[in-house]
């Protein structure tokens, strides 16, 4: 499974409204969608800042890998 890091940004209001609401630099969120990367503790820290959310909702429930040197990604098929 992976974590849609773009859908929950973009859900929550932004990366500006994300690092006002954490209070962290506005440099960070970008750098989740950046890297395709986003922490624990950061996972953490959204909890806590919005508790109604359900993260849950943004784990694909395929396989995924990501392009090398490419936006997007390929499906992994199971053979």
Request: net charge positive.
């Given at each position: 499974m992976k974590l849609n890091i773009e859908q929950?940004?973009?859900d929550l209001g932004g990366c500006k409204e994300i690092?006002?609401?954490?209070?962290?630099e506005k440099s960070i969120p970008y750098g989740w969608l950046r890297r395709d990367f986003l922490s624990?503790?950061?996972?953490?820290?959204i909890k806590k800042a919005y508790p109604?959310?359900?993260i849950d909702n943004y784990f694909n429930k395929k396989e995924e890998i990501k392009k090398?040197?490419?936006?997007?990604?390929?499906?992994?098929?199971s053979t």
């Open positions: 929950l940004v973009e690092s006002n609401k954490l209070s962290i624990s503790d950061y996972l953490s820290l109604t959310i359900k090398h040197g490419q936006k997007g990604y390929a499906v992994k098929r």
